[in-house]
């Protein structure tokens, strides 16, 4: 059976202007003035699958390019080169605590963050109760969300994501979220998705979620996918690299040059 | 990209959240908060009425013409004066998951559409109550130039929304533009005080086409030409498409620069 989800050589690069123009006004009155731009390459060939029912696991530090890979495998951004090939529907849990109109009360941000991951209003309407109670909100429900605490609000986010999820569930750093409680629950609710032949991505720094929750995993490093390998491999792989031990000096992605981004 | 997974999306319901919520938080969900949408117009109509019905005394459909131009125009600047900011306002939504980013463009509009059903009723009864009462073939018409109106809305809307993005201040340089069409469009003078050979430029500016027409068919009883229908119907097609278009090249990139 072919992989669920596929990256094929993808590759991104964002362009850091020596001056920003944001505005009309600067474009205009920049026109005489050349402004140089440096290009930052975040990711760089980079390819793996995913297999149906697998979790897959990414390492990295910070800044290596793992938020940006996961935007692109959401399809939030374009790379500018290569392609993902998705065979399901996907459900990302990125940027949380801030997927949210501060205006709103719990039950209406639920229903527009619920609605944009493709659940119906009948759907939200009986899964609100329980998306409440998953994240303990249920006394706040009509409160809006500007009076939310950070760790309320990615609470929210995680009781939402993982009701709307389908088949391919995408989390920037899972179980980082609230008390041990809470943390407790997200795992349970996790085993049971994993358990019911769901496939997921997991961006963690954690070490021991990589091992127990990864059937597999990616470190990535300056744009490359330098190990793959199981859990453990790949979270002893990072420890080393976090510590510069010579394990870890896979081949170093290329600095960032004055090449022109497609 | 490969195409979004096969599966049945219900972006009904996305829409409709959007058009409660923006309700919602625009009127503080509440009826009292909406009539402040209607008393902006009217009390612009009531301060014109007294200054200009003085100069323009001898028209004796300045009144009504004035009311409509004043509420076919703040739909048209409130429309696009919310859609330019539009994507980056729901920015929050759609740096989360992907799903087509023109619904909230579009949605977007929904507040100043309210805004316009209420004032058409309003004006409609109006007319029938004082034995005014606008043929079907005009009632027709005029619903026709407000679906123009909202293509011309949307398609500035589309194409503002992602240019916004990259040009932070051209909400500002849509605020004079505007600014300047409010008389550019002849909502406080009757256009025949203009001398005709002008007349073809104004009408290039979409609002004066909009009002104009619409006046004619609620206020004069009078239907203007086929060949006036075509060319509202090209400028209409131009403006949708044109903004549309934009908003295809930009859009694919467009949550980079939220």
Redesign the interface.
């Known amino acids: 059976m072919a992989p669920i989800l596929e990256a094929r050589h993808l590759s991104k690069r964002f362009r850091i202007p020596s001056v920003k123009r944001?505005?009309?006004?600067e474009?205009v009155l920049g026109m005489l003035r050349p402004s140089s731009t440096e290009e930052l390459v975040v990711l760089d060939d980079v390819s793996f699958s995913v297999e149906r029912g697998e979790t897959l696991g990414i390492m990295g530090r910070n800044g290596c390019g793992k938020s940006t890979l996961l935007k692109i495998l959401?399809?939030?951004?374009?790379?500018d080169t290569g392609?993902?090939?998705?065979?399901?529907?996907?459900?990302?849990i990125?940027?949380l605590g801030?997927?949210?109109?501060p205006?709103?009360d719990a039950i209406?941000n639920i229903?527009?963050?619920g609605?944009?991951?493709?659940?119906?209003?009948k759907?939200?309407r009986q899964a609100t109760d329980e998306i409440l109670a998953f994240a303990e909100l249920e006394r706040f429900a009509n409160m809006k969300l500007q009076h939310y605490s950070s760790g309320m609000a990615s609470r929210l986010a995680y009781a939402v994501a993982f009701r709307a999820v389908?088949?391919i569930l995408i989390l920037d750093e899972i179980f980082a979220v609230g008390d041990a409680g809470f943390r407790e629950r997200c795992e349970s609710r996790f085993r049971e998705l994993h358990s019911s032949g769901h496939t997921a991505i997991v961006v963690s720094h954690d070490p021991r979620t990589i091992k127990t929750f990864c059937d597999r995993a990616l470190l990535v490093d300056r744009g490359h996918v330098v190990v793959q390998g199981d859990g453990l491999t790949v979270a002893d792989a990072y420890t080393a690299l976090l510590t510069h031990e010579p394990a870890a000096a896979a081949p170093t992605a290329a600095l960032p040059e004055a090449v022109p981004a497609s | 990209m490969a195409d979004a997974p096969t599966r049945r999306h219900h972006w009904g319901g996305l829409v409709w959240t959007l058009v409660r919520t923006d309700f919602k938080a625009r009127y503080h969900g509440t009826v009292g908060g909406f009539v402040w949408a209607l008393l902006k117009p009217f009390t612009m109509f009531l301060v014109l009425l007294g200054v200009f019905s003085f100069i323009f005394a001898s028209d004796p459909v300045y009144k009504r013409n004035l009311l409509l131009g004043l509420f076919l125009w703040d739909f048209f600047a409130e429309g696009t004066k919310v859609g330019i900011i539009s994507m980056h306002q729901k920015g929050y939504l759609l740096t989360k998951t992907r799903f087509p980013s023109w619904i909230v463009v579009v949605t977007s509009a929904s507040n100043a559409v309210i805004t316009l059903a209420v004032f058409t009723v309003a004006i409609v009864g109006f007319l029938a109550l004082t034995g005014r009462t606008p043929s079907p073939v005009e009632l027709v018409l005029y619903l026709a130039y407000l679906v123009a109106a909202l293509l011309i809305v949307a398609g500035i809307s589309l194409a503002g929304s992602v240019l916004f993005l990259r040009y932070r201040d051209l909400n500002q340089v849509w605020d004079v533009v505007t600014q300047a069409g409010f008389f550019v469009a002849p909502i406080i003078y009757p256009l025949n005080i203009l001398p005709e050979r002008f007349h073809f430029y104004l009408y290039l500016w979409p609002p004066t086409a909009i009002i104009q027409f619409s006046r004619a068919v609620l206020v004069q009883h009078d239907i203007p030409t086929l060949r006036a229908h075509l060319m509202l119907l090209g400028m209409t097609a131009v403006v949708f498409t044109a903004g549309a278009a934009i908003y295809r090249r930009f859009a694919p990139r467009a949550v980079e620069y939220i």
């Open positions: 944001s505005t009309v006004r474009h959401s399809g939030i951004y374009m790379p392609e993902v090939i998705a065979r399901g529907p996907i459900t990302p990125l940027e801030v997927g949210w109109n205006e709103l209406d229903l527009l963050l609605s944009v991951m493709g659940m119906s209003l759907e939200l389908r088949e």
